[in-house]
């Protein structure tokens, strides 16, 4: 038991995650590093591509529902090569929050630099 846990602690952090399920906590670093490596124009087209689809999602979840619960919350993804959402991890529970997790999935993103390419969408209304 002992060598299992010495091989974990000494494991590629990427390949512990895509071997153990991940969780918000997991998923959440993994984003941020990923999009951090993005820069230049593709970090502009990474963030285009994110607005573009925060406000496709904000229009289904909303048309129509007035919203009542106005509380930030992140949606976390994971992207395949071709910039699918493959898995996502939300921090929130707002129905908007439950509804844009929802909208997302299996959506096209972007294409990543990498895959699995980790990315957010974090929404808060009073920043």
């Known amino acids: ?3 299992l846990i010495a091989a ?3 494991a590629d952090p990427q390949s512990v995650s895509a071997s153990a399920p991940l969780d918000y906590s997991d998923a959440k670093p993994l984003a941020t590093r990923d999009e951090a490596s993005v820069t230049g124009t593709a970090h502009t087209a990474m963030l285009a591509a994110q607005q573009t689809l925060l406000d496709a ?3 289904e979840c909303s048309l129509g ?3 009542k619960d106005f509380s ?3 949606v976390v993804m994971r992207l395949d090569a071709d ?4 898995q996502t991890w939300r921090q929130g529970s707002s129905p908007l929050a439950i509804c844009l ?3 997302v999935r299996d959506k096209r993103v972007f294409v990543p630099p990498k895959a699995p390419f980790y990315t957010a969408l974090e929404i808060s209304f009073t920043k």
């Open 1 to 3: 038991m002992q060598m």
């Open 83 to 86: 910039g699918r959402v493959q």
């Open 65 to 67: 529902k007035p919203q």
């Open 8 to 10: 974990l602690l000494l």
């Open 101 to 103: 997790q929802r909208y």
């Open 72 to 74: 930030a919350f992140t």
């Open 57 to 59: 999602g904000v229009v």
